[in-house]
């Protein structure tokens, strides 16, 4: 087991990818601190973690767009646990499309508050714990929209993008501190975040939703989605010992559709 002993705070651990990745570092011996607002994702899944293996799961509501609520949620965690999390996964995110004419600045701010000064607030409040231990692990869950661009998704690119930013600097910063800090760069993943992209294609261009799928496959050299299983399985190097020498990079889950 790659992860024993160690203790890891996954934002958006209530489905999707988040919930992939605490399911696999739990396999992985880890103890889990599963985030996001909805009670009761995170409760089924914490569920899901404690009936299958022999470690610890804590659901813990908290929403990354606010610095309070996710000094909340770490304190939380603290009280349960009696220590800080080794591993913090930004996962959480929200992607809204629209032609960057037809958007608004409130747009614009909710992609940047939750997607990038989420990840901010989170790893604000993590890192001082991984410091003071001499080893530590982030992983970003960005996307390929944070190295290049598409149309209709301008906010959430510009948040991806600034991820990679505080990734490679952050990396840099720390790299001599046991701690390394990555991003992961995922195409379209089978989650509902997809599934309400296909609503969305469906509803703005009146392809059928098996049209749509087949357009979002297509992007991809693979001609498929990928898996949030596939996402968590790099995200286990990312967060282990075997890991240790990965720093600073933006690895593409995708099929091949980013060659960068
Ligand atoms: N699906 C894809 O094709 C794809 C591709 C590339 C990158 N990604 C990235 O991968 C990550 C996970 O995506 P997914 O596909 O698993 O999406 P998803 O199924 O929509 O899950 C998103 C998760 O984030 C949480 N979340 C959203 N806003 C939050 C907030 N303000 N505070 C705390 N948690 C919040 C959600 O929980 P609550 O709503 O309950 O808070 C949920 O648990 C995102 O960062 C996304 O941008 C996804």
């Not at 973690?49 to 304190?75: H, L, M, N, P, T």
């Not at 970003?140 to 290049?148: D, F, L, M, V």
């Not at 149309?151 to 600097?169: E, Q």
């Not at 991809?220 to 898996?227: C, E, F, H, V």
Request: aromatic share 6%; net charge neutral; with cysteine.
């Amino acid at each position: 087991m790659r992860l024993e002993n160690k203790l890891a705070f996954i934002t958006g651990g209530g489905r999707g990818i988040g919930r992939a990745i605490a399911l696999a570092f739990a396999r992985e011996g880890a103890s889990v601190a599963v985030a996001a607002r909805t009670r009761e994702e995170i409760e089924r899944v914490a569920e899901e973690i404690v009936g299958q293996f022999k470690v610890e799961a804590f659901a813990v509501e908290c929403d990354v767009a606010y610095s309070e609520s996710v000094k909340r949620a770490f304190e939380r965690v603290n009280e349960k646990f009696g220590r800080r999390p080794d591993i913090l996964v930004n996962n959480a995110g929200i992607v809204e499309t629209a032609a960057f004419i037809k958007t608004d600045e409130a747009m614009w701010q909710r992609h940047l508050t939750v997607n990038l000064t989420g990840t901010y607030h989170c790893t604000r409040v993590a890192l001082p714990a991984m410091i003071e231990r001499g080893w530590g692990r982030i992983i970003n869950i960005a996307s390929i929209a944070g190295k290049t661009g598409a149309p209709y998704i301008s906010a959430y690119a510009a948040s991806k993008h600034g991820v990679l930013g505080l990734t490679r600097s952050l990396a840099l910063e720390l790299a001599s501190k046991g701690i390394t800090v990555n991003a992961i760069c995922p195409g379209y993943v089978d989650t509902q975040m997809t599934s309400r992209g296909i609503e969305n294609i469906v509803d703005k261009t009146g392809k059928s939703a098996d049209e749509a799928l087949k357009a979002i496959k297509e992007s991809s050299p693979q001609n498929r989605l990928i898996t949030p299983e596939e996402v968590a399985e790099v995200a286990v190097l990312l967060a282990s010992q075997e890991g240790r020498g990965i720093n600073g990079q933006a690895i593409n889950v995708d099929g091949g559709t980013v060659l960068f």
